[in-house]
T-cell receptor, first 117, second 114 residues
Framework: AQKVTQAQTEISVVEKEDVTLDCVYE???????LFWYKQPPSGELVFLIR??????QNEISGRYSWNFQKSTSSFNFTITASQVVDSAVYFC??????????????FGSGTQLTVLP | KAGVTQTPRYLIKTRGQQVTLSCSPI?????VSWYQQTPGQGLQFLFE???????NKGNFPGRFSGRQFSNSRSEMNVSTLELGDSALYLC?????????????FGPGTRLTVL
């Protein structure tokens, strides 16, 4: 069975602060995929990033960066110089490649990020 | 390119009724997945359709069913509604050919069961 844990239920920061959202996963698949989605109050899940298990290179996209560490089964997400528009619920998700885990996302419980002006 | 569309956006039903939700995927995408989001259980996978066939199914009772049409549009049906079925139902589309393609979500249908 697959599992994704986002231990931080809520985080509140002041604008321009950096913030890191933690994600720890469990899977028995040797090949798997990790994702981050953002859910603003409107409800739609917005895709942010996808990572393959065989590619541990960290990625940066503007103010967003992701740290994938297979040794600790973590895929953390950092927002640099946060803005009010970053306020949303962020979900980490996992998809495997074997029967019962492929082509379906297992989500963490989400982290509510509030950025105060 | 237009995104995933879901209709209706809001629904209010009473216990025992049935409901049908609709999802139109991104043009060219052949896989449609459905998820249920509730405050208590979070986001849970319902099922996935590809080329009009159910390819994956989550742990939901048989009251939850779906289908996919030849144009890749999908419908989800819930029969004999229960109060606990109140949730945001999200549809996601993907290309579908790979073992795990990125899923792009629609705005959701918020179902309230009274």
């Amino acid at each position: 069975a697959q599992k994704v844990t986002q231990a931080q239920t809520e985080i509140s920061v002041v604008e321009k602060e950096d913030v890191t959202l933690d994600c720890v996963y469990e899977t028995r698949d040797t090949t798997y995929y990790l994702f981050w989605y953002k859910q603003p109050p409107s409800g739609e899940l917005v895709f942010l990033i996808r990572r393959n298990s065989f590619d541990e290179q960290n990625e940066i996209s503007g103010r967003y960066s992701w740290n994938f560490q297979k040794s600790t089964s973590s895929f953390n997400f950092t927002i640099t110089a946060s803005q009010v528009v970053d306020s949303a619920v962020y979900f980490c998700a996992l998809s495997g490649t074997t029967s019962g885990s492929a082509r379906q996302l297992t989500f963490g419980s989400g982290t509510q990020l509030t950025v105060l002006p | 390119k237009a995104g995933v569309t879901q209709t209706p956006r809001y629904l209010i039903k009473t216990r025992g009724q049935q409901v049908t939700l609709s999802c139109s995927p991104i043009s060219g995408h052949r896989s449609v997945s459905w998820y249920q989001q509730t405050p208590g259980q979070g986001l849970q996978f319902l099922f996935e359709y590809f080329s009009e066939t159910q390819r994956n199914k989550g742990n939901f009772p048989g009251r939850f069913s779906g289908r996919q049409f030849s144009n890749s549009r999908s419908e989800m049906n819930v029969s004999t509604l229960e109060l606990g079925d109140s949730a945001l139902y999200l549809c996601a589309s993907s290309l579908g050919a790979g073992e795990t393609d990125t899923q792009y979500f629609g705005p959701g249908t918020r179902l309230t069961v009274l």
